[in-house]
């Protein structure tokens, strides 16, 4: 049984990182309506922790392409400062869904590994599943867009060759964590660890606990 939660995690898990990488390009194109997202998110067909995953995964990723680039609006100083105010704004409410999103992973995960026999160690990692997921997406929108900077025609040729050196230690680094995230999952099967859901709690998006919103 160990074997089999193995196989079918760790599947549905390197399927879900590479529909990432799909999506950062494809919504580059267009960002995608919530008709085109439900379509893509329910577009393919798998084994049934796939299916329940993979909307969740690419939900929580369309959160971090959104604040990729407000975060990137933010930055701007020549603009009246009420937008920027209109992207902190816009920055808070979409990083809390992102927060979310990860939970919800989390969710997924231990319910399809924790009640299983041989997936019930006592220790846990020190970072959960949908953080890595999460993690895995910022890297796929690092990547998407260090190579835009490496094809750059405005910019020197010293400007590019500095990004393609900063790629390759990016596309390392992603290669990397697929791998622990492989280990994690062994480990789940082996029963060495077990996966849980770490609650962010975001105290100050919630106005019954920001003093400087319930005190107003």
Not at 194 to 199: E, L, Q
Request: net charge negative; charged share 35%.
């Amino acid at each position: 049984m160990a074997e089999h939660i193995l196989r079918f995690v760790a599947d549905a898990l390197e399927r879900v990182i590479l529909d990432q990488h799909e999506a950062t390009a494809l919504w580059h194109e267009k960002d995608p309506s919530e008709d085109d997202f439900d379509r893509r998110a329910k577009g393919e067909r798998g084994d049934a922790f796939y299916e329940a995953l993979r909307p969740l995964v690419l939900r929580q990723h369309l959160m971090n392409f959104r604040l990729w680039h407000k975060e990137d609006e933010a930055r701007r100083r020549d603009v009246d400062d009420s937008v920027i105010a209109e992207c902190k704004r816009y920055i808070d409410v979409h990083n809390q869904r992102r927060n979310d999103g990860m939970e919800r992973v989390d969710e997924c995960v231990v319910q399809a590994v924790v009640n299983v026999a041989g997936c019930a160690g006592e220790r846990h990692n020190t970072e959960s599943v949908g953080m890595v997921v999460d993690r895995l997406s910022i890297l796929s929108l690092k990547i998407f867009h260090m190579e835009e900077e490496t094809r750059r025609q405005d910019a020197d040729d010293a400007h590019r060759e500095a990004c393609a050196k900063k790629l390759m230690t990016l596309l390392e680094q992603r290669m990397d964590l697929r791998a622990a995230l492989g280990d994690l999952i062994e480990e789940f099967a082996a029963g060495t660890k077990s996966p849980k859901v770490y609650y962010q709690f975001k105290m100050y998006n919630d106005p019954s606990l920001n003093p400087q919103l319930y005190k107003k």
